[in-house]
Antibody, heavy 121, light 110 residues
């Protein structure tokens, strides 16, 4: 069974940092392009960024509001995806989901349950 | 303000067919694939349609997707109470270099 389990969310003050993790199991993680998507309370979905598989170059891409502040990485030996978030703002408050953007012939198929990040003083 | 435009709400009665529209531009929908997601209250989104009109295994054929130019639609036939959820469209945007979403449509089954 495929599972994506996010962790690391919590309360952080504006200007602070947080690192989210997404533990993957049930599929060959190293072959997947992985993305992060967030959802502010009561709002819609917003793409955060993605990382390609190492076989496809391992490049990262980010949405404009996150560039320079957020960093996505992966550890294929641990089957884990990371989202490092720095210089956090109140508007970064959201549930953060990890998902498989591209895996074999599937697209956006597997999602985690999400982890809540609250940025507040 | 979302890059893709969806109606904020839609409704129908059980058994009816409803459609949800998604309008974009030549940098996203017109030149790339469209995806549709269903989000039930308190849960993660689930992909219903990928690459314009493909259904993942397990998604009922009551759900179908189509695209024409810079617009796309999700159709749900034989509406059921369990279809009551938020629906989102998405596409890659070549100008922005990222995925863009619609603002979401809340579907109510009357």
């Amino acid at each position: 069974e495929v599972q994506l389990v996010e962790s690391g969310g919590g309360l952080v003050e504006p200007g602070g940092s947080l690192r989210l993790s997404c533990a993957a199991s049930g599929f060959t993680f190293s072959n997947a392009w992985m993305s992060w998507v967030r959802q502010a309370p009561g709002k819609g979905l917003e793409w955060v960024g993605r990382i390609r598989s190492k076989a496809d170059g391992g490049a990262t891409e980010y949405a404009a509001p996150m560039k320079g502040r957020f960093s996505i990485s992966r550890d294929d030996s641990r089957n884990t995806l990371y989202l490092q978030m720095n210089s956090l703002r109140t508007e970064d408050t959201a549930v953060y989901y990890c998902l498989t953007e591209k895996y074999l012939s599937s697209w956006h198929l597997y999602w985690g349950q999400g982890t809540l990040v609250t940025v507040s003083s | 303000q979302s890059v893709l435009t969806q109606p904020p709400s839609a409704s129908g009665t059980p058994g009816q067919r409803v459609t949800i529209s998604c309008s974009g531009s030549n940098s996203n929908i017109e030149s790339n694939y469209v995806y549709w997601y269903q989000q039930l209250p308190g849960t993660a989104p689930k992909v219903l349609i990928y690459r314009n009109n493909q259904r993942p295994s397990g998604v009922p054929d009551r759900f179908s997707g189509s695209k024409s130019g810079a617009s796309a639609s999700l159709a749900i036939s034989g509406l059921r109470s369990e279809d009551e959820a938020d629906y989102y469209c998405a596409a890659w945007d070549d100008s922005l270099g990222g995925w863009v979403f619609g603002g979401g449509t809340k579907l109510t089954v009357l």
